[in-house]
């Protein structure tokens, strides 16, 4: 069999998902109650074979860091091939900070070349998705391709935030634009790029070079860049379509509808399925806890949670705790949050620790103003809410709001806070130095 060296891409800051990459990278922000999204780009690998796997980090790397360790729940934890956590480093004249998804990996050439690998699988480590790699690998082969692409059916109007490709009758790209304005079609770039190995360093150094000698401008990217240029030299680069669950969750909409749609009878990626498991670094906690007269409904409950209200369609992490009178509705809690007595959250993603005060309504009203300063991100009803934030009782919050993180109550001057509306920490400049008073027990 082929040696195959997994690539996953995990250094981007993922702007769109607003607080919850605010102080984590992308792919270190939580998914379905116990996972982190890398989980799956991991999991995907471990299960269809590959052992040899690097991750490159970059923007706030420390969770990730600590969720990933050693490998070991991957089964990664090896003497030889495993797992390695690259960083951008600063020793030589031509390395910086990664520039782009082909210069992070250009400036890791030298892991590349002692990995004596066949093909490089390049993966993004800020998808959800089920994928056995070894169907892809062997279509390359089978192409003599000198790339390949993993490619998914996206609805038209969503094409402008992928890499959209159109292929001859025998699957060979013909052309590529990434994030196009007006897309002209609906085949979508997955991020998942297949290359023999020889093909890679040649197309990095190319890169790397133009850059170099002032010639075409480059962002050092794969959709940008790399992949637009082998298409246009007529090279080998071939599409492989894949049918199966794929979602990007890059941005809060398609972050929230993705959870909504593990609920019910049917969901659209089966977290139970025993032939393919998602793998991940998890905390020993006492089992959830039901308490007499509470409620759940078509919802994920994790380890740890104690629930003595009403819970409906929404996904709570471990540790979470539900008081009584209260209800949580189509909505996401992070790690360790804690809903007060007779609070109502509807519509709702709540980062991790967070406090909500007794008889609060988070997500009241009808009202459906986007919100003022990030109307491209907070627009279909929901409130997002950030990590270790302690709101007041009786606080009403409206649709489409942003409270920021490491707020404590006498931060909010009012009660009532309008649909569209964002609450800053106005205190510190930066969420760090607010947790640091906290844990040298200072008073800001």
């Known amino acids: 069999m082929s040696k195959v060296l997994a690539i996953i891409l995990a250094g981007g800051q993922g702007e769109r998902l607003s607080l919850l990459s605010q102080k984590r990278a992308k792919p270190a922000v939580p998914f379905a109650g116990k996972y982190r999204i890398i989980d799956f780009a991991l999991s995907n690998c471990v299960n269809s074979g590959i052992s040899d796997v690097a991750v490159l980090t970059q923007y706030r790397p420390h969770s990730l ?86 490619a998914v059916v996206v609805p038209l109007e969503e ?33 998942i790029y297949v290359f023999d190995r020889d093909t890679l360093i040649r197309v990095l150094i190319e890169d790397a070079r133009a850059a170099e000698t002032g010639g075409s401008p480059t962002q050092h990217d794969f959709g940008r860049n790399i992949i637009p240029a082998m298409v246009q030299r007529g090279e080998r680069v071939y599409a492989y379509p894949f049918a199966g669950y794929w979602q990007d969750v890059g941005t809060i909409h398609s972050y929230w509808e993705a959870h909504m749609k593990l609920l019910g009878d049917h969901p659209s990626f089966d977290l139970y399925d025993p032939s393919w498991v998602i793998h991940t670094r998890s905390e020993e906690r006492p089992p959830a806890y039901i308490r007499s007269g509470a409620q759940v409904v078509e919802s994920l409950i994790s380890h740890g949670c104690i629930i003595k209200g009403h819970v409906e369609r929404s996904v709570l992490s471990p ?126």
């Open 65 to 150: 860091h600590d969720h990933i360790g050693i490998g070991k729940p991957w089964d990664l934890d090896r003497q030889k091939g495993g797992i390695r956590l690259l960083q951008p480093y600063v020793g030589r004249q031509e390395l910086d900070w990664y520039q782009g998804t082909a210069d992070a990996v250009y400036q890791n050439l030298s892991f590349i070349l002692e990995s004596r690998c066949d093909y490089v699988l390049i993966l993004a480590g800020d998808h959800v998705y089920r994928m056995d790699y070894g169907p892809m690998i062997a279509f390359h082969e089978q192409h003599r391709a000198n790339v390949t692409l993993g």
């Open 159 to 191: 094409g402008y935030r992928f890499g959209i490709l159109e292929t001859d009758a025998g699957g060979r790209v013909v052309s590529f634009e990434e994030k196009p304005r007006e897309p002209r079609g609906s085949l979508g770039s997955m991020g």
């Open 319 to 444: 540790g979470v705790v539900v008081e009584e009178g209260a209800v949580v509705r189509n909505s996401i809690l992070l790690f360790d949050t804690v809903i007060g007595a007779g609070s109502v959250i509807d519509h709702a993603i709540i980062d991790k620790e967070v406090i909500v005060g007794k008889h609060c309504q988070i997500g009241y009203g009808d009202d459906m103003t986007p919100n003022k300063l990030e109307p491209h991100l907070l627009n279909s009803s929901i409130t997002l809410i950030g990590k270790r934030t302690h709101l007041p009782d009786n606080l009403k919050v409206g649709r489409n709001c942003k409270i920021g993180t490491d707020l404590d109550p006498q931060d909010f001057p009012t009660d009532t806070i309008s649909s569209g509306e964002t609450v800053e920490d106005r205190t510190f400049a930066h969420g760090w130095e607010r947790d640091l008073a906290r844990r040298l027990s200072v008073e800001p």
